[in-house]
């Protein structure tokens, strides 16, 4: 599987992003999807996932902020990110099947007034 993503870039704190990750094949909808990211100088964590039959999971960071959701018929994953704030300024990673699993090349997104 191969994935792309998009929509990262220079926000203001306080604003909005929406990332994007396209699929090269459709993912069951049982299988994990989400994203991860990584700031410089520190070590790739969990956002959210999302999987069908259970409700998303969020870190704790972003709960409220960001919301994850799936088109499995367009094979997309998305994250919507609110509120934004320097602290979540950081190469954002789509995923598939877990930390064990596929990953995307990352999108940057910068907070920074």
């Known amino acids: 599987v191969q994935l792309q993503a998009s929509g990262g870039g220079l926000v203001q704190p306080g604003g909005s992003l929406r990332l994007s990750c396209a699929a090269s094949?459709?993912?069951?909808?049982?299988?994990?999807m989400g994203w991860y990211r990584q700031a410089p100088g520190k070590e790739r964590e969990l956002v959210a996932t999302?999987?069908?039959?259970?409700?998303?999971n969020y870190a704790d960071s972003i709960m409220g902020r960001f919301t994850i959701s799936r088109d499995n018929a367009k094979k997309m994953v998305y994250l919507q990110m609110n509120s934004l704030n320097v602290e979540d300024t950081a190469v954002y990673y789509c995923?598939?099947?877990?930390?064990?699993?596929?990953w995307g090349q990352g999108t940057l997104v910068t907070v920074s007034s």
């Open positions: 094949e459709a993912i069951n909808s049982a299988i994990v």
């Open positions: 995923n598939v099947g877990g930390r064990r699993g596929f």
């Open positions: 999302i999987r069908s039959g259970r409700d998303p």
